[in-house]
């Protein structure tokens, strides 16, 4: 869950910890795989803070050593994959009515376990979340961040902020509950009858934007991206970094080359996107980042070959390049992934 931009509360390092002792994991190993150190867990009156890295390493490996994504806290799992087996085919809807309404489908054709529902009412559109047995859920750990998933993702989805009017949560206040202004940007009120995102009405209408290209490299840095600070871009900058995953090798690609695609001159393009307070340069060195992290984590491909891909003259410009972005050699990098 994200907090201010570049920490999150120890207390969901715990309570993540929690669930995977609950579940016959050796939550000690986890934290230390995910760079936490236990010991800081063993405190709960201890207010640190921890990184997004760290956080969403750690979620990842209960995810994937329990092989569930609802950590245990409800009454049947959904296995490792079901999330991105949903997000690609709500990649593919018209709008963010269509989203929400697939996410619902979707998950009530596997599982009891949960009950997420579309509702409309005046300029009031409410996504709701019920588990069947609430007790399971004993943090609110998965109240909280399936509430966070429901809102980050869908706007993603449409490249664009989702103001929320309100959270609704079917609880008292919890002691960390100053940290859910920071993660939903709505008030929250407590001890409501259910668990409900309510949002502008007129949101529902508002087109996808992203593509099963995009949402590839997304579902390659989740759950980072979801427990981040979001970050849209705007109308041309979505449009070039489309162009640049759609070619596949975007360092080979110019922006005479993304101007004409797009059906504007290199002048006009270079316009909008200094708008956009961006470049086309900018855009297409984050893309290029992207791709790498992307292309690491497949252990086939050899780092000859994915400086090629990039566009990179050889291998060592591609290193020099990527500890550039992420401060340690591709080789390492990839390393660190295993």
Request: net charge positive.
């Amino acid at each position: 869950m994200t907090s201010d931009r570049t920490s999150i509360s120890l207390h969901y390092a715990r309570s993540l910890a929690s669930a995977a002792r609950q579940l016959g994991l050796d939550d000690q190993q986890l934290l230390r795989h995910a760079g936490i150190d236990p010991a800081l867990c063993l405190d709960a009156h201890k207010r640190l803070r921890i990184t997004p890295e760290q956080f969403a390493a750690l979620l990842l490996g209960v995810w994937q050593n329990a092989n569930d994504e609802f950590m245990g806290l409800t009454t049947s799992p959904a296995k490792y994959g079901t999330f991105a087996l949903m997000a690609r085919q709500a990649v593919n809807q018209k709008n963010l009515r269509g989203v929400y309404r697939h996410i619902s489908r979707f998950y009530a054709l596997f599982t009891e376990a949960i009950s997420l529902s579309l509702e409309e009412d005046g300029d009031e559109a409410r996504f709701i979340m019920a588990l069947k047995d609430d007790s399971l859920d004993t943090n609110h750990t998965f109240a909280e961040f399936f509430l966070l998933l429901w809102h980050r993702f869908p706007g993603w989805l449409i490249g664009r902020f989702m103001p929320l009017k309100r959270v609704e949560f079917n609880y008292p206040a919890p002691l960390h509950g100053r940290e859910y202004r920071l993660i939903y940007p709505g008030p929250a009120l407590f001890e409501q009858p259910r668990l409900m995102l309510v949002f502008d009405r007129a949101m529902l209408d508002e087109p996808l934007v992203q593509t099963e290209q995009t949402l590839r490299q997304h579902l390659d840095q989740a759950p980072l991206v979801w427990v981040s600070r979001p970050n849209f871009f705007p109308h041309f900058s979505r449009k070039v970094i489309n162009q640049l995953l759609t070619h596949g090798e975007p360092g080979n690609l110019d922006m005479e080359t993304v101007a004409n695609a797009l059906h504007v001159t290199s002048r006009t393009l270079r316009r909008k996107l200094t708008q956009e307070k961006t470049s086309f340069q900018a855009l297409k060195d984050k893309t290029r980042r992207d791709l790498a992290i992307r292309y690491l984590s497949q252990p086939e491909l050899t780092l000859a070959q994915i400086s090629a891909r990039l566009g990179f003259a050889d291998p060592a410009a591609f290193s020099r390049a990527f500890k550039q972005w992420m401060g340690v050699p591709p080789s390492d990098y990839r390393q660190q992934k295993k």
